[in-house]
């Protein structure tokens, strides 16, 4: 078995998956790939040819096995040839296969994956905002290097992201990972090869732990099951696997039960003495823990802190957008309206992906804004991601509408963001608190079998592939569920209150 870039990857998606995929229970794997993952990959191929497509000259290694392109790609690298494409780099239990192999100056090589996103995490191309080396791209690399210095083809650390923008980006796997965390990339990739390694050859395992990210995994049908078998403390909200794992080690805490059962002003006067004892683990935390187990398990019912003041206007507006962050594209903007003489959906959706249509839907979303009544209507979306779309749009399409407009739009105060409502003032007893867990306790059911942000990307990507109207149709029908959950969760936060 072989330690792989999408090994360490996969591991640090989740920690627990390269066990599970050795030596879990197979019957429970899910086999058919998930569309949006299978869209991903698609992606990110097409990317790849593309490039690969501009390069004028280069040693073409993806056929054969793998033995035989690890040969010639020795040979190749022993030949000196300055650039290659798929070549094959093994040593012990080590296997990487960079995009490209390119000859220096200096007559190493470095190692270059092709991605389809940004090079760096938080990077903003429109404000020139750097950001910093993601995980999964540093440790990839890493593991690339590592191979090519094994076999005495190199004589640094650094490596080369070639990013969706065409930006050719240095990863320097000798800097630190950040001012927290002092490490350099090299040390974390050896920390995580370790792990990984020691997890393939069942020298050690850990446990599932429930998170947001889990139902793009074909395990995650088996984890949850054991998660909800096992009483697993990550099935309460904001409980993920560190603090699970800590409260586990340090309190004996392994089920919710238990944490029901703790002492938890014991707990906090034990951290004040000894600073190592459930490092992490904070009183708000450790409070907030406590407190929903009690209502997941014990009282079964939401809570409200305080009183909500929801503006009375006569226009309600429910609001959701679907994009695809894969292409940076925004193709609907849709709004539930509710007055007291009326309800109805209204859409304004791009049906090819141009800059002229996606413009022109968000032109269009604005100038239905703009004929509401001045101060009489209010506005309600689920998180930050339609603040932060349209922050991005702004600098996009400038001449749609200033920065400032865009700006006293989500400042008012009639502009809410239902998500902070329920973080700051609530608690439910469910295990997410996401739009879909939360309508769905309430009562609300989309009218799709298998409702989801991501697949709504897949369906509008199948779209533009074939104009099939059944497939538009779908993705507006789950659009206005979306906007109708919001209006639902409104009503039910008022009906708390």
Request: glycine residues 6%; contains cysteine; charged residues 30%.
């Amino acid at each position: 078995m072989y330690i792989t870039a999408s090994k360490l990857y996969d591991y640090i998606q989740c920690p627990h998956r390269i066990w599970r995929d050795e030596y879990g229970p197979q019957d429970e794997k899910i086999k058919e790939t998930n569309p949006f993952v299978e869209l991903l990959w698609s992606k990110g191929i097409a990317y790849e040819k593309k490039r690969v497509s501009l390069l004028e000259e280069y040693l073409d290694l993806t056929e054969g096995s793998l033995d035989e392109r690890f040969q010639k790609t020795i040979k190749a690298l022993s030949d000196k040839i300055p650039l290659i494409y798929q070549g094959v780099l093994c040593y012990d239990n080590l296997l990487g296969i960079p995009d490209l192999l390119r000859l220096e100056p200096d007559g190493s090589y470095v190692p270059i994956d092709i991605k389809s996103g940004l090079a760096f995490e938080g990077a903003n191309s429109d404000e020139d905002e750097e950001g910093k080396p993601k995980k999964h791209y540093a440790v990839q690399l890493a593991l690339y290097v590592d191979v090519l210095k094994k076999n005495g083809f190199k004589n640094n650390d650094c490596a080369v992201v070639l990013d969706i923008e065409g930006k050719e980006v240095t990863y320097n796997l000798n800097d630190a990972m950040g001012q927290r965390d002092k490490r350099t990339w090299w040390e974390f990739y050896e920390s995580i090869k370790n792990n990984v390694g020691i997890l393939m050859e069942n020298k050690a395992t850990n446990k599932p732990a429930m998170s947001g990210i889990c139902k793009l995994c074909p395990w995650y049908l088996s984890c949850s099951k054991w998660a909800k078998d096992n009483d697993d403390p990550t099935n309460i909200f904001y409980v993920g696997r560190s603090v699970r794992d800590v409260l586990a080690e340090d309190a004996g805490v392994n089920t919710i039960d238990s944490l029901l059962k703790i002492d938890t002003d014991g707990l906090l006067e034990q951290k004040e003495k000894d600073k190592t004892f459930l490092k992490g683990v904070g009183k708000s935390t450790l409070e907030k823990a406590v407190r929903r187990a009690q209502i997941l398990k014990v009282s079964k019912k939401p809570l409200i802190y305080g009183e909500l003041d929801f503006p009375e206007v006569s226009h309600e507006l429910f609001f959701d957008i679907e994009d695809d962050p894969t292409q940076e594209f925004v193709y609907m903007h849709g709004v539930y309206e509710r007055t007291k003489e009326r309800e109805r959906y209204l859409h304004f959706t791009a049906h090819e992906i141009t800059a002229d249509a996606e413009k022109k839907a968000w032109g269009d979303f604005w100038t239905y804004v703009k004929s509401l009544p001045k101060g009489d209507f209010s506005v309600y979306y689920y998180s930050h991601h339609e603040k932060t779309t349209y922050s991005k749009m702004q600098k996009k399409y400038p001449e749609v509408i200033s920065a400032k407009e865009v700006e006293e739009f989500f400042d008012n105060p009639n502009v809410i963001d239902l998500y902070q409502v329920v973080l700051k003032m609530t608690d439910w007893p469910v295990g997410s608190y996401s739009l879909k867990a939360l309508a769905t306790y309430l009562g609300f059911h989309w009218r799709d079998e298998t409702p989801s942000g991501a697949l709504s990307i897949q369906w509008f990507n199948d779209y533009i592939n074939t104009k099939d109207e059944k497939v538009i149709n779908r993705i507006l029908e789950y659009n206005e569920d979306d906007c109708k959950a919001t209006m639902v969760l409104k009503d039910g936060l008022v009906a708390l209150g």
